[in-house]
C-alpha cells in the first residue's frame, strides 16, 4: 500500500505526490538528449516503468522521491528525493530537474535539502 505523502512546501517549492499529469513533463524528459548521461534517451514503456517505479519506491520502502512543482501546486518539472535499491545499501539522495528552463537556480539543491529537513525532522 502506498503511504499517505504529505507535501513539504518551501517558499519557492512544493514537494508533493506523484499525479498522472506529471507523467508528460517526465516523458519528454527521459525522451530527449538532456538524458544521454543518465542511460536516455529511452522509449516510452521504458520511461513509463522509471515513472511507476518512483511511485512503487514508496509502497515498498514507506519513503521515497517527491515531484518538485512550483508554489502554484502545478505540473511537477523535477524530482528529489531518497531512493534504495537493495537492502545491503544505504538511501541514496536523488534529484533531477525535468526541463532546463528552470535550471541554475538552485531548486534542485532547494528541494534535496527539504526532503533531508523533513526526513530529519520526522525521525
Known amino acids: ?11 519557492n517549492l512544493i514537494l508533493r505526490a506523484f499525479r498522472v499529469e ?6 519528454a524528459y527521459y525522451s530527449g538528449d538532456r538524458t544521454r548521461g543518465g542511460g536516455g534517451p529511452l522509449p516510452e514503456h521504458k520511461v513509463f516503468e522509471r515513472f511507476c517505479s518512483m511511485i512503487g519506491h514508496w ?8 515531484a518538485i512543482s512550483d508554489h ?17 545499501t544505504p538511501p541514496e539522495m536523488t534529484w533531477t530537474i525535468w526541463d532546463a528552463t528552470p535550471t541554475g537556480r538552485g531548486l534542485a539543491t532547494a528541494a534535496a535539502g527539504a526532503v533531508l529537513d ?5 525521525g
Not at 500500500?1 to 517558499?11: F, G, L, V
Not at 506529471?22 to 516523458?27: H, I, L, T
Not at 505540473?75 to 531518497?82: S, V, W
Open 1 to 11: 500500500m502506498i503511504p499517505e505523502i504529505a507535501p513539504i512546501r518551501t517558499e
Open 59 to 66: 509502497a515498498i520502502r514507506g519513503y521515497g522521491r517527491y
Open 72 to 88: 502554484t501546486a502545478g505540473p511537477a518539472f523535477g524530482h528529489a528525493g531518497p531512493m534504495k535499491l537493495t537492502e545491503d
Open 22 to 27: 506529471d507523467f508528460p513533463a517526465y516523458r
Open 118 to 122: 523533513h526526513l530529519i525532522a520526522t
